[in-house]
């Protein structure tokens, strides 16, 4: 039997997406309940985000104030408010595999994520601003980037992205930029002599990201200039397409299958290099 909590890395199962049980909705229900119950009892990732203060809300507020009080269809307010950081995963829960509660709770969301995808689908507006790599390719064009900025930073262009996409007028939206990671650092060669560090070759890939690229191209900049300046061969991974993560949330994973495709076979040639 599995100690509770430990310094032990855990053991993370593969998502069993590809076997028929995960997309069963009444084998998805029992399982939210189980760990739900659990977490019930456990109470210690309150203060992690917005999903464990809905869930311990929804069971206080019922008329057990135990898991059974509460709505199977009150379930996916917890699962809505779940944006897979993976931190209760990682840091706080000590019933995480090999102990046999089994307990992966960021797993689990996804899960409700992806059964929810695949019979609801997801809105329109959902499906466009998770396309990031399409989106920053466009609103970066050199003319397109300054109006897009411009409408974001007016009343009434916050007003049209809210009626539209439906974001906030006060949340916070990046700027765009024409003159992106890639652009900048295309011509950086990784030239000079690589010194191993540890398992490490000592030479280094930028995957720059949707939002470094076009959004915080100057981060990107800066990385590579101390990277350089440390004598470190570095350049960027020019083919790049999205890591997946804003599919990932809304439980795409057919998407996110695709962007990984994608992806794997030009990192893994880079890997192959060295870097
Ligand atoms: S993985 Fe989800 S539930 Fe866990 S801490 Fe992150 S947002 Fe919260
Ligand atoms: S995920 Fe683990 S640590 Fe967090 S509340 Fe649930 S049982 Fe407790």
Redesign the pocket.
């Known amino acids: 039997m599995a100690r509770e909590g430990n310094l032990e890395a855990p053991t993370r199962h593969p998502l069993a997406w590809t076997e028929a049980n995960f997309w069963d909705e009444t084998r998805l229900e029992s399982e939210l309940e189980r760990v739900f119950n ?2 019930h009892g ?4 309150v203060s992690l985000c917005n999903a ?1 203060p809905t869930l311990f809300d929804l069971i206080d507020n019922s008329s057990t104030l135990e898991i059974d009080g509460v709505a199977k269809t009150d379930y996916a307010k917890v699962v809505e408010h779940c944006y897979l950081c993976d931190l ?1 995963y990682q840091t ?4 995480v595999p090999p102990h046999q509660w089994n ?1 992966d ?1 960021p797993h689990l969301m996804l899960r409700a994520k992806a059964v929810h995808f695949k019979r609801h689908g997801v809105p329109l507006k959902a499906k466009i601003l998770s396309s990031t790599t399409t989106v920053g390719r466009m609103a970066s064009i050199p003319v397109v980037a300054e109006v897009v900025n411009a409408v974001n930073a007016s009343g009434v262009g916050r007003k049209l992205l809210d009626k539209t996409l439906g974001v906030h007028p006060d949340a916070m939206v990046p700027a765009y930029h024409s003159r992106t990671a890639r652009k900048r650092l295309r011509h950086a060669k990784a030239e000079g002599t690589a010194t191993p560090a540890g398992r490490t070759h000592g030479k280094v890939a930028i995957f720059a990201t949707c939002y470094c690229d076009v959004s915080l191209p100057q981060v990107v900049d800066d990385l590579h200039a101390v990277l350089i300046h440390n004598g470190i061969p570095t350049r960027m991974v020019m083919q790049e397409v999205c890591c997946g993560m804003p599919k990932l949330e809304l439980g795409d994973l057919d998407s996110v299958r695709a962007y990984k495709e994608r992806n794997i076979p030009v990192l893994a040639a880079l890997a192959r290099e060295g870097f």
């Open positions: 659990i977490c456990c109470r210690r990732c464990f209760c706080k829960c000590p019933y307990v709770f």
